[in-house]
């Protein structure tokens, strides 16, 4: 379209090339309140250039004084805290998993025909999805004392509502079918879903689970920080003394862990499709 | 050999096989397991053992000491509904601080992950190693624990939003421009070949050809986003970059268990009502709203 075909189509054809006049009017009045509340918002936050630079200045500084990484002579503390944080999102995600089971059938359209009831379910698991594990980390490590125990329980509480909604979709999409022949062939209700329906569903859940125990991993370094161990603790302490050499010398190491162990899971889920 | 008795010797085989497989996959599992629990001291002694218990303790504290009959009284009335919204309005301000702190993050992380969508789209940048770096860079991003991120940028920034917001905006540029580039790769050659074919300028084929594709999928995954953005923006607060996090963090200073689970009843809520009106704004995007 040259420009001057471009000009041809607009007297030919407006509508075709341009919205009416009010249209355009009703669009760019949107955009205008759209960056308006947007800069309301940056005003209200108090996100001014000069703190904004002031800061970047302060990271700089920060930064230059990271390099060279060392490990501060304390490797086998590091590792061993790399370890804690694993150990605590396999065991977090094991205990997740295991409650998102039944609550995955209960939630399940084909389990629960009741609409209300199946909506109500999927509303109240709905709502808890949204909270994060370092929320439920905050309080649990303050009921539990300090330690990686409230971790765990964080991360399987933070985790329960999604894998269930999960599970249940996976329940939920199984074939019909197969259910239909093991019947057919004279099973039990039990036989039915042993043989019927968890050849189907079974792997599908795996792989979520998998997926879960690769972002929990990511997660659980960060409930050390309001005291659940694991390596978030370390990385808390030696922020708060500036010896950000080691901050990042162990942000290096975490990094290539959670790339090993998302690798890891990968070839896992390759396997199980 | 009969072909019954080839079917059963293959069939004993595999199962055997496969019995195998499920017996080192569940030794592996369960050793893995079992040195979890041991590693995150689960079942120690040392802290009263019993885990179940030690929950159900911890859900009974939570639960306020409502009385049914002084539910509407006033905040001094001990067991009313005001008395465990005690701090009500600051909650409320600072939950709306939080909510900007999503929406405005969300919006710069999604200018900057536009950015980098172009700079590593097969289709829009024709040199390989930029594409490479930018792409290993939104990676490294994305790898990067947001509260980590944020503990970095308070020490730089001071205690605040402003820490807050970066935070969330880098990692928000990370998630949309890998998500943004595969929105770019999958653009419609077709009709890109045929504005070619009658002439178009480079400009008005970004303005006829692509953007009518690709910004109903931008602003779609951008709002799917802000609902993540919003659960993160309540947490940071706890490492003290600005929101409702702060308030949840005093509540556990004075181990005042219900008072938390009132503030988290808040952050469900306001979570509930972004996510009720981005769903609603996602599919009239997606033109659902029309199909229904």
New interface residues.
């Given amino acids: 379209?040259?420009?001057e075909?471009?000009a041809r189509a607009l007297l030919l054809a407006p509508q075709a090339m341009r919205a009416s006049g009010t249209a355009r009017l009703r669009r760019m009045g949107l955009v205008l309140l759209g960056v308006a509340a947007?800069v309301a918002?940056?005003v209200?936050?108090?996100?001014a250039p000069e703190?904004?630079l002031a800061?970047?200045d302060?990271?700089g500084q920060?930064a230059a004084g990271a390099f060279p990484p060392s490990d501060g002579g304390d490797l086998p503390r590091i590792l061993k805290a790399l370890?804690?944080t694993?150990?605590?999102a396999?065991?977090g995600t094991?205990l997740a998993a295991i409650a998102a089971v039944p609550l995955g059938i209960l939630g399940a359209k084909t389990v629960v025909g009741q609409p209300v009831l199946h909506f109500a379910f999927r509303r109240v698991l709905?709502?808890?999805r949204?909270?994060?594990a370092?929320?439920w980390a905050?309080?649990?490590v303050?009921?539990?004392?300090l330690?990686?125990?409230g971790?765990?329980?964080a991360l399987a509480l933070a985790d329960v509502p999604s894998l269930a909604k999960l599970f249940s979709e996976a329940i939920e999409n199984g074939d019909e079918r197969p259910l239909d022949g093991v019947r057919a062939a004279g099973a039990s209700p039990l036989m039915v879903l042993r043989y019927g329906l968890a050849p189907q569903v079974t792997p599908i859940m795996a792989s979520q689970v998998l997926f879960f125990l690769e972002s929990n991993f990511?997660?659980a370094?960060?409930l050390g920080?309001?005291g659940a161990?694991g390596i978030?603790f370390e990385?808390?302490e030696r922020?708060r003394i500036?010896a950000f050499d080691q901050?990042v010398f162990i942000?290096g190491l975490y990094?290539i862990c959670?790339?090993a162990l998302d690798t890891l899971s990968q070839q896992l889920r390759k396997r199980l499709a | 050999m009969t072909a019954v008795a080839e079917f059963e010797v293959l069939r004993r085989r595999t199962l055997r096989r496969q019995r195998r497989e499920t017996l080192v996959g569940l030794l592996i599992f369960s050793a893995?397991?079992l040195?979890?629990?041991?590693?995150?001291?689960?079942f120690?002694s040392d802290?009263g053992g019993d885990?179940l218990g030690?929950?159900g303790d911890?859900l009974t504290?939570?639960v306020p000491d409502l009385k049914g009959d002084a539910l509407l009284e006033d905040r001094r009335t001990t067991g009313s509904l005001a008395w465990w919204f005690y701090d009500l309005p600051v909650w409320l301000k600072l939950g709306w601080?939080t909510v900007?702190?999503a929406?405005?993050a969300t919006?710069l992380g999604a200018i900057g992950g536009l950015l980098a969508s172009f700079l590593c789209a097969r289709n829009l940048m024709p040199i390989a190693a930029v594409r490479f770096a930018v792409r290993r860079t939104l990676e490294?991003i994305r790898?990067?624990?947001?509260?980590?991120l944020a503990?970095?940028?308070v020490?730089?920034?001071?205690v605040?939003?402003?820490?807050g917001?970066?935070t969330l905006a880098i990692s928000t540029m990370g998630g949309l421009g890998k998500l943004f580039a595969e929105i770019n790769e999958e653009v419609d050659a077709r009709q890109l070949e045929a504005?070619e074919a009658?002439?178009?300028?480079l400009i008005?084929k970004i303005r006829y050809g692509v953007i009518p594709q690709v910004l109903p999928n931008y602003a779609s995954y951008a709002l799917i986003r802000l609902?993540?953005n919003?659960?993160?923006a309540?947490?940071l607060g706890?490492?003290g970059a600005?929101g409702i996090?702060i308030e949840?963090?005093r509540a556990?200073t004075y181990?005042e268990?219900d008072t938390?689970l009132a503030i988290?009843l808040l952050?469900?809520g306001m979570?509930?009502l972004i996510?009720m009106a981005s769903e609603a704004i996602r599919h009239r995007l997606i033109g659902l709203g029309e199909a229904r």
């Fill in positions: 379209m040259t420009r075909n471009h947007f918002m940056c209200d936050l108090k996100l703190a904004m800061g970047m302060k990271f920060l370890a804690e694993f150990a605590m396999f065991a094991v709905d709502w808890f949204g909270v994060p370092l929320v905050l309080i649990l303050s009921a539990f004392g330690g990686p125990f971790g765990v329980i990511r997660n370094a960060v920080i309001v161990g978030g990385l808390e922020i500036f901050v942000i990094m959670v790339a | 893995v397991l040195l979890s629990f041991q590693r995150s001291q689960f120690s802290i885990p030690r929950i911890f504290r939570m601080q900007e702190m929406i405005v919006v490294a790898t990067l624990p947001d509260l980590v503990l970095l940028l020490a730089a920034f001071g605040g939003p402003l820490a917001v970066i504005m009658s002439g178009t300028g008005r609902e993540g919003l659960g993160g309540a947490a706890i490492v600005g996090g949840l963090q556990i181990t268990f938390y988290l952050i469900v979570i509930f996510d």
